[in-house]
């Protein structure tokens, strides 16, 4: 008797296990019949999102295009005079020419013969402080075109300081 109450507790905690793997097994079945569902309508969801995130940063693009100039703090960005397909080199500003300017960095106050922002230390005569700024082909002619070598000083005899 003693075995058979063993065997039969035993035989009890074996249905019970394969009680719950059943159940596991139908869980799992409706998850993987769910899966296709659940990734269409998180694909659909993001798809939203980025569109509507598209639209946010094309509005944006629009307000900011229709500005005279856009002023972060006090350096102000203007459009350049002239479009990039008609821009030509201009001639290089003569030693006497020392204009003020405003640090691309952190705005501090600069005339264009210093070598380096007096309070932040960024390059003066870089990419990023000059009036030709958005002109790809500037970059390119020089050679200028990663976004390190933009910001780091050059010796490029078409810098302007902005105006």
Not at 72 to 99: I, K, N, Y
Not at 130 to 156: D, V, Y
Request: glycine share 4%.
């Amino acid at each position: 008797e003693v075995l058979n109450g063993v065997e039969l507790e035993q035989s009890n905690k074996i249905q019970e296990a394969e009680a719950r793997l059943r159940e596991q097994e139908a869980k799992v079945r409706r998850q993987i019949e769910e899966e296709p569902r659940l990734r269409a309508e998180e694909v659909t969801r993001r798809k939203a999102v980025e569109e509507a995130l598209n639209q946010a940063a094309q509005t944006g693009l629009t307000y900011l295009r229709n500005q005279q100039a856009y002023t972060a703090g006090q350096v102000t960005f203007t459009a350049p005079a002239v479009s990039e397909e008609t821009w030509r080199p201009p001639a290089p500003l003569s030693d006497d020419d020392v204009r003020e300017l405003a640090c691309w960095q952190c705005g501090a106050s600069l005339y264009s013969v210093a070598q380096f922002c007096w309070q932040c230390h960024a390059p003066v005569h870089c990419c990023n402080n000059c009036e030709f700024r958005p002109i790809l082909r500037c970059k390119e002619a020089q050679g200028l075109t990663s976004t390190m070598a933009q910001s780091a000083q050059n010796h490029c005899e078409w810098w302007r300081p902005p105006a």
